[in-house]
């Protein structure tokens, strides 16, 4: 059994819950010594406490960047209790015990966050805090170190029922979070001087860190564990939106809600995107939300049933009563209206987040995948083209009707998994084809799909005649555009870049289709 907590050393730059714990370790007859502000509001709350420095014998210097880097404090951590040399030079250096030490860091990630100065945030690099904390988890067989002051109670509970003990499973699991934190403490330090050097700069030493803040009943499939895990990152999305209503959601449904978002925010106008395993069935932009919504369902009404409906305004009652008409799992908005809100709560079960804000299409960033003994890291997929980016190849411009309508197309095919086609006209696909292993198949797909919707609806001419067509990579043959000629397509835009440009070029041309060449590539795996 673990001896009783006698002394507890107290610096936090976060006082939530101080003076209670505090009072707690009082009732229990433990001696405090703490740092500056720590000190000053325990005793401001009537609490004994002594002050780091008369317990050291040495001052406070250098604006406070040396306080608690002294061996009586360290010596008092860092003492292994049953050995006798130990026990000697503590007595000989007349060091006393330390058996609790609570310690939250000087709040650096958060002053990044905030945008401030280089210099404000290198004031915020913490020195003594993490070697306390290391010291204290390192000697977790006999000292008990708490990092985040959720952990108050549990730790004050356990001492109640201990006689002012904590038990070794408790302290093993604090020593583990201190560990975790300090871990992700240096990444994000690491991390923000390695972006100071290059902002699209990939540094020999990468670290990723989250905070666990969703536990998830399983990942892909029932015999997978997951949980959702906060970053750094201050991009607005489904991690850090709020659930106002429905059930729990998914490991599918947040990586659904994730690509919906993303490519609801690629435009301007009022848009609507609707995923359905990680590809858009459908997406819109309008004069409204309700009238996107209406577009973009109409694209592939069936694979819509089950899907994750993202609008890129905040939404609204007529467009939240047209989402209810058809089974959806989860609609992502940067807000809704009181109205919208109204709506939806009449369907519990569905899953509605709010972001509080859009991502940004272009702003970089890194995205990361796990493989067999590594991690493939790679800048975000911000590319964007602009009018002056692109260059007609065909004998035919495309019209104005169609130049829009291939940047549509365009911004939405890079959100559809390789090899991707996307038919579009007026602003609204048509006829998506994804992931395929040939882009010939990707074009059959959708216009099959395409033909199986208008036969559906009783319409005499499939959607994509009239339509244009994106390509998320070039065509490596001419057959895949021959087949977007023979479902009605009048003009492409494509990377180009193959060594067949020249022939894919003459089969546009021989249709009278017009071909812009965007000399950019959106593979998504």
């Not at 370790?25 to 010594?33: K, N, P, Q």
């Not at 015999?223 to 850090?240: E, F, I, K, N």
């Not at 993303?262 to 848009?271: G, M, S, T, V, Y």
């Not at 989860?330 to 709506?343: C, E, F, G, K, N």
Request: hydrophobic share 50%; with cysteine; charged share 20%.
């Amino acid at each position: 059994m673990p001896s009783a907590i006698s002394r507890a050393l107290i610096s936090v730059s976060d006082k939530t819950g101080l003076v209670a714990l505090g009072q707690a370790l009082a009732r229990h007859g433990v001696e405090l010594i703490s740092t500056g502000g720590s000190a000053r509001a325990l005793a401001d709350a009537g609490v004994a406490v002594r002050e780091v420095a008369d317990y050291t014998g040495f001052p406070e210097i250098l604006g406070g960047r040396v306080k608690t880097l002294h061996p009586r404090l360290y010596g008092g951590i860092l003492a292994v209790r049953g050995d006798p040399g130990h026990r000697a030079d503590i007595a000989a250096n007349g060091i006393d015990n330390i058996d609790l030490v609570v310690v939250n860091l000087y709040p650096f990630e958060l002053a990044v966050a905030s945008g401030a100065a280089d210099a404000d945030c290198i004031e915020q690099i913490d020195i003594g805090g993490p070697s306390m904390i290391r010291a204290a988890a390192k000697n977790h067989e006999s000292v008990t170190v708490i990092v985040d002051p959720a952990d108050y109670g549990a730790v004050v509970a356990a001492m109640d029922a201990g006689g002012g003990a904590v038990p070794d499973d408790l302290r093993r699991s604090l020593a583990a979070r201190a560990f975790a934190r300090i871990a992700a403490y240096d990444a994000a330090i690491s991390n923000w001087f390695a972006a100071r050097e290059a902002a699209d700069a990939m540094p020999a030493h990468f670290a990723i860190t989250g905070e666990r803040s969703l536990a998830l009943r399983y990942g892909e499939n029932p015999h997978q564990h997951a949980a959702l895990y906060v970053t750094a990152d201050s991009r607005p999305g489904v991690a850090s939106a709020t659930q106002i209503q429905g059930k729990e959601l998914s490991y599918n449904n947040l990586a659904d809600a994730d690509a919906a978002f993303e490519l609801a925010a690629e435009f301007d106008e009022p848009a609507v995107a609707i995923i359905k395993h990680a590809n858009p069935s459908g997406a819109a932009v309008a004069d409204s939300l309700a009238q996107a919504h209406a577009r973009a369902l109409a694209c592939d009404p069936v694979s819509a049933f089950g899907g994750i409906v993202a609008v890129n305004r905040v939404l609204d009652r007529a467009t939240a009563e047209a989402i209810v008409q058809v089974f959806t799992e989860v609609v992502i908005a940067p807000d809704a209206d009181a109205d919208a809100r109204a709506v939806l709560a009449a369907k519990k079960n569905l899953r509605v987040l709010l972001a509080g804000g859009l991502p940004d299409p272009a702003a970089p960033g890194r995205m990361f995948r796990s493989l067999a003994g590594g991690l493939l890291v790679q800048g975000r997929d911000a590319g964007r083209v602009a009018d002056a980016d692109l260059k007609v190849v065909s004998k035919r411009p495309p019209t104005d009707d169609e130049h829009r309508d291939l940047l549509f197309a365009w911004r939405v095919c890079k959100h559809v998994k390789s090899n991707a086609i996307v038919f579009a006209r007026h602003g609204a696909t048509t006829g998506i084809g994804a992931g395929q292993m040939s882009r010939l198949d990707s074009v059959r797909i959708a216009t099959l799909k395409v033909q199986a919707a208008a036969a559906a609806a009783g319409a005499a001419v499939p959607a994509t005649r009239g339509s244009v067509l994106a390509s998320d990579a070039f065509f490596p043959f001419a057959d895949g555009l021959v087949a977007a000629v023979a479902a009605g397509a009048t003009a492409v835009i494509q990377p180009g870049g193959s060594v067949r440009d020249d022939e894919v070029i003459a089969a546009a041309d021989d249709a009278g289709l017009a071909m812009l060449f965007t000399g950019m590539r959106h593979f998504r795996h």
